[in-house]
């Protein structure tokens, strides 16, 4: 038995999800996610290349869990959890866990708005980021299991970007005690424009992107002040 999981935003053709049987067929793959599609120009960009990453995570064996947008797996592979650990990343990285292959479909393609940018949008981003963060320190034990490959995806995709607001402002950080030299002044003058644009909207896609990257640190952090998570299933 194959479960489909469809968020409430997303609009998909019952003929794409009639292709995930096509997929089951091969014994070794676990969990199938769509492509998905966003409206919002700065998600757009977004998405397009995180579905373009997962795309060359299946070429390689597998990717690390699906979207949320429309995914697909197997009954048996479905974890046994808590309400707090029920979500997508964690249920769609369980495959994975059991042996099982997790691939992106590049013939399945799911529709969806802009998030948008406003403040219910950033307390979506942040929502998110906490409840990754959790998951992610839950399945620490499981982890440590994938192979090598695996694990580096994992970490290229997941951790590392989690902290991008951190490791930008450790560059700025840095680019100061530099300003005597001439790549300090153009580090410097760079930032001071990039700040003028984000100020007077000329920049929105760009602003629109760093306040996802700032809503995603505080999640992550909010996430470390509620750990431990205690959920003796994962």
């Not at 309400?83 to 691939?103: A, I, K």
């Not at 695996?150 to 951790?159: E, F, H, N, P, R």
Request: overall charge positive.
């Amino acid at each position: 038995d194959i479960l489909i999981f469809v968020e409430p935003d997303i609009r998909v053709d019952s003929a794409s999800l009639l292709k995930f049987q096509g997929y089951f067929t091969d014994q070794t793959i676990g969990a199938v996610g769509a492509t998905l599609h966003t409206q919002g120009v700065t998600d757009a960009r977004y998405w397009s290349l995180s579905e373009r990453i997962k795309m060359e995570e299946s070429r390689t064996g597998s990717t690390t869990g699906c979207d949320g947008g429309v995914w697909a797996i197997r009954r048996v592979l479905f974890p046994c959890v808590t309400d707090g650990q029920c979500n997508t990343m964690r249920s769609s990285m369980n495959p994975l866990f059991m042996g099982y292959r997790v691939v992106s479909a590049p013939d399945i393609h799911a529709f969806q708005p802009s998030i948008g940018t406003g403040l219910d949008a950033f307390k979506r981003r942040t929502a998110f980021a906490r409840k990754a963060w959790c998951t992610h320190m839950a399945t620490r034990r499981l982890r440590k299991e994938l192979s090598a490959i695996d694990q580096w995806k994992y970490a290229s995709g997941k951790t590392i970007p989690w902290f991008s607001a951190l490791w930008a402002s450790l560059s700025v950080a840095f680019a100061f005690p530099l300003v005597g030299s001439n790549a300090g002044w153009i580090s410097l003058a760079t930032i001071i424009l990039i700040g003028f644009g984000l100020g007077r909207g000329l920049m929105q896609p760009t602003r629109s992107l760093g306040l996802s990257i700032v809503a995603m640190q505080i999640g992550v952090l909010h996430g470390m002040t509620r750990w431990p998570f205690r959920d003796r299933h994962v």
